[in-house]
């Protein structure tokens, strides 16, 4: 089984909709991750969390929000979602404090009309 | 101006080639320099990752950083049609800094 998941891997919405992206992983790991790829633009972050009650916003918060609800689940929510919101998200974890490495989810494809 | 600037390709080479990837970057605080793969529909996965400044090689892959001029590598000797992939490079800070950037992703194809 992965270690990182993610669902729904794909999702058409459209604008105006309020939308959940929701993140699991069974590494253990302490820190998690949300991007945004985009043509051009790569990898962005939106938000990130290095422990449960620790939440930090990224470069591209804006109309994004998140819940970790355990060390486990980290959830994204675009609460009224616009056009250029559409974009492949991914999950990703590490080890921290030294965890360079990022493990990556398979991604959620998200359109929204 | 980005912190990480990278060619985002494509770049098309034959069978058997080598393969040069480069990103360039501004701030001198990165200590962590990694490389990333990238296949389609798939996330990125740590290809290769050097701390400071230096040469490592694991098998066809050699990754290079030069902090002087704020530049790193990644060669490919013998490349493989499988290596046909994205490939991002990656930054961070020291302990304590949170700060990890990814580059815009070079698009390789390899010609069989």
């Known amino acids: 089984d992965a270690d990182v998941t993610q669902t729904p891997r794909n999702r058409i919405t459209k604008t105006g909709k309020r939308i959940m992206l929701e993140c699991s992983q069974t590494k253990g790991h302490d820190r998690m991750y949300w991007y945004r790829q985009d043509p051009g633009l790569g990898l962005r972050l939106i938000y990130y969390?290095?422990?449960?009650?620790?939440?930090n916003k990224g470069e591209i918060s804006d109309g994004y929000s998140v819940s970790r609800q355990a060390q486990a689940k980290f959830s994204l929510s675009l609460e009224s979602a616009i056009p250029n919101q559409t974009a492949l998200y991914f999950c990703?974890?590490?080890?921290?404090?030294?965890?360079?490495?990022?493990?990556f989810g398979p991604g959620t494809r998200l359109t929204v009309l | 101006q980005k912190e990480v600037e990278q060619d985002p390709g494509p770049l098309s080479v034959p069978e058997g080639a080598i393969v040069s990837l480069n990103c360039t970057y501004s701030?001198?605080?990165?200590?962590?320099f990694m490389w990333y793969r990238q296949y389609s529909r798939k996330g990125p996965e740590l290809l290769m990752y050097?701390?400071?400044?230096g040469n490592k090689e694991d098998g066809r892959f050699t990754a290079q950083v030069d902090k002087s001029s704020k530049y790193i590598s990644l060669f490919i000797r013998d490349s493989q049609p499988s290596d046909s992939a994205t490939y991002l490079c990656a930054m961070s800070g020291a302990s304590g800094t949170y700060k990890y950037i990814f580059g815009t992703g070079t698009r390789l194809k390899v010609l069989a």
């Open positions: 701030n001198s605080a990165f200590q962590y």
């Open positions: 050097t701390y400071s400044s």
């Open positions: 990703a974890t590490s080890d921290g404090p030294l965890g360079h490495e990022q493990f």
């Open positions: 969390s290095f422990d449960v009650k620790d939440i």
